[in-house]
Nanobody, 122 residues
Framework: SQLQASGGGLVQPGGSLRLSCAVT????????IAWFRQAPGKEREGISF????????HYADSVKGRFTISRDSAKNLAYLQMNSLKPEDTAAYYC????????????????WGRGTQVTVSS
């Protein structure tokens, strides 16, 4: 896989986690990056999106103001900082790479990593 997500775990409501996505795609800086999540029995949801070169971001209403997407091009990494976590944030989280922008749907992304599980529970 060209992407590998990590950093998931168990956290209490109100807590924080930072997910990382390691990217091996060449010219990574010219790709859009996104984080999706999928909870059991629910459809996959796109939650955070970052444009090529990192000039623009877009967030789903469900995470706006709590989550921040970023990239470190020098290290070929992407991040999802998650604050004020809620039980409804419990899901498997996936990072994805694409060539389009704006791109807010899963069909816009060509490369996917394996998910990392986030569980928010007391």
């Amino acid at each position: 896989s060209q992407l590998q997500a990590s950093g998931g775990g168990l956290v209490q409501p109100g807590g924080s986690l930072r997910l990382s996505c390691a990217v091996t795609q060449s010219r990574y800086n010219y790709y859009s990056i996104a984080w999706f999540r999928q909870a059991p029995g629910k459809e996959r949801e796109g939650i955070s999106f970052l444009s090529p070169l990192g000039s623009s971001t877009h967030y789903a209403d469900s995470v706006k103001g709590r989550f921040t997407i970023s990239r470190d091009s020098a290290k070929n990494l992407a991040y999802l900082q998650m604050n004020s976590l809620k039980p409804e944030d419990t899901a498997a989280y996936y990072c994805a790479l694409g060539t389009k922008w704006p791109a807010y749907d899963s069909v816009d992304y060509d490369h996917w990593g394996r998910g990392t599980q986030v569980t928010v529970s007391s």
